[in-house]
């Protein structure tokens, strides 16, 4: 398992266990996933699926908050999901978001119209192939990346960047 993924899911274990955690973790997304909601353009009439939300799917927090938007993850880690749906009950978001297991590949995407592919997914090029060959036309499709900078400026500045693709 890469750093990143094994950092990100270690900090997502142990913030999932404090309401602190969660709001820590929110002052970081929040200004990213706003930034992915105006590039995917969403609303409160998507029905987006986050691939691979850990034991804070922050994305999906997000989205929900500020969209109003129903918002499935999933994630293959059994523990990150029973950790993630406490935080969708704690934050009284169980009406807009669901956590269910299940794995990037083998999940089909054809009723959402709005698809974010967080970038520990593994292996995200297979996950987003998939994803595209089994939308449906105009499906819009986020998929979050790693920038081409060091890992200081990574930890310093925004970690990730997102590509908008539309089938």
């Known amino acids: 398992m890469c750093f990143i993924r094994w950092t990100t899911k270690w900090l997502e274990q142990s913030a999932s266990c404090r309401c602190i955690g969660w709001y820590l973790f929110e002052k970081y997304y929040r200004n990213i996933v706003t930034t992915e909601i105006d590039l995917g353009n ?30 499935t993850v999933i994630d293959i880690d059994a523990d990150a999901v029973n950790r993630a749906n406490k935080v969708i009950k704690k934050l009284k978001l169980t009406d807009l978001i669901d956590v269910i297991q299940a794995g990037g590949e083998e999940i089909c995407p054809k009723d959402f119209s709005v698809v974010h592919i967080a970038r520990q997914v593994f292996p995200q090029k297979r996950v987003l192939q ?38």
């Open 42 to 71: 969403i609303g409160a009439e998507d029905r987006v699926l986050c691939i691979g939300g850990g034991s804070v799917p922050a994305t999906a927090i997000v989205i929900a908050q500020k969209t109003k938007a129903n918002v």
């Open 130 to 167: 998939s994803v595209w060959l089994r939308s449906i036309r105009g499906t819009r499709i986020l998929v979050r990346q790693q920038n081409d900078r060091g890992l200081l400026a990574r930890l310093v500045r925004k970690m990730n960047a997102t590509t908008l693709l539309v089938r």
